[in-house]
């Protein structure tokens, strides 16, 4: 099945896997308008996709999300892979600032359930939303328990949506380390980690952005899918 001619909305396709999944659409011959919360990016993107659409879009705000939904017209995907980065504090769970770790669901869960709850008004019966969490839900780390606990509320919000919106279909990707351009805001001690951890999985390296994207385009392909996570990672989920 060819996505030519649909109408795709990237949320957070101004960048990283968001960019790449923009790119291969395009490609297929969709029509796609990218979203992001910097006009800047915005434009940047497009310059370098050669081709789609637009929007501002700030997710953590409910109304902004409404009205933008309520003039855009019909989509018949949607993907949700916009992300801030908001540093996880390894200090002792004694230390654990719950202010700070509120905050890792704003864009990624708050955000992805704001874009379900508007936009599944501009979607088709068999059309898809496709969010995005994190491999913590499956491989919890020490010293980041709330990042466990936000990527897998987005994982079984994927589960909870696709009841909720059937016949609208509802996935999601689950990336390992994917190397975007947000890798050289990792802090040097966070990359030393999770380097050391990629030569122990079972293909030894990062995933690329294009790699990622061909989850997403089957998902939005995949016209008998829906309730499902698909992993990305590498095998990291079978190490020891």
């Given at each position: 099945?060819?996505l030519?001619?649909?109408?795709?909305?990237?949320?957070?396709?101004?960048?990283?896997?968001?960019?790449?999944?923009?790119?291969?659409?395009?490609?297929?011959?969709?029509?796609?308008?990218?979203?992001?919360s910097?006009?800047?990016?915005?434009?940047?993107?497009?310059?370098?996709?050669g081709?789609?659409?637009?929007?501002?879009?700030?997710?953590?705000?409910?109304?902004?999300?409404?009205?933008?939904?309520?003039?855009?017209?019909?989509?018949?995907?949607?993907?949700?892979?916009?992300?801030?980065?908001?540093?996880?504090?390894?200090?002792?769970?004694?230390?654990?600032?719950?202010?700070?770790?509120?905050?890792?669901?704003n864009?990624?869960?708050?955000?992805?359930?704001?874009?379900?709850?508007?936009g599944?008004?501009?979607?088709?019966?068999?059309?898809?939303?496709?969010?995005?969490?994190?491999?913590?839900?499956?491989?919890?780390?020490?010293g980041?328990?709330?990042?466990?606990?936000?990527?897998?509320?987005?994982?079984?919000?994927?589960?909870?949506?696709?009841?909720?919106?059937?016949?609208?279909?509802?996935?999601?990707?689950?990336?390992?380390?994917?190397?975007?351009?947000?890798?050289?805001?990792?802090p040097?001690?966070?990359?030393s980690?999770?380097?050391?951890?990629?030569?122990?999985?079972?293909?030894?390296?990062?995933?690329?952005?294009?790699?990622?994207?061909?989850?997403?385009?089957?998902?939005?392909?995949?016209?008998?899918?829906?309730?499902?996570?698909?992993?990305v990672?590498?095998?990291?989920?079978?190490?020891?």
């Open positions: 099945m060819t030519e001619g649909s109408r795709i909305l990237v949320i957070g396709g101004s960048s990283g896997m968001g960019f790449a999944v923009a790119e291969a659409a395009l490609a297929e011959g969709s029509q796609v308008t990218i979203a992001s910097n006009d800047d990016r915005i434009a940047d993107a497009l310059r370098r996709l081709g789609g659409e637009g929007a501002c879009l700030d997710v953590t705000d409910e109304t902004a999300v409404q009205s933008f939904f309520a003039t855009s017209g019909r989509f018949d995907h949607i993907v949700f892979t916009a992300a801030d980065w908001v540093e996880v504090n390894h200090a002792p769970f004694a230390e654990l600032d719950l202010a700070a770790a509120a905050s890792l669901f864009v990624r869960f708050w955000g992805a359930l704001a874009v379900a709850k508007h599944a008004k501009s979607v088709p019966p068999g059309g898809s939303i496709t969010l995005t969490n994190g491999m913590a839900a499956h491989r919890p780390q020490k980041m328990p709330e990042a466990t606990a936000m990527a897998g509320a987005v994982e079984h919000l994927v589960v909870g949506l696709a009841v909720e919106l059937a016949p609208i279909r509802v996935n999601g990707v689950c990336p390992g380390a994917i190397v975007t351009e947000a890798w050289d805001d990792v040097p001690e966070f990359r980690y999770q380097e050391a951890r990629l030569a122990e999985q079972l293909l030894p390296r990062a995933g690329r952005p294009d790699e990622a994207a061909e989850a997403y385009l089957y998902l939005m392909r995949g016209t008998y899918t829906t309730g499902q996570v698909l992993r990672e590498g095998g990291w989920s079978l190490k020891g």
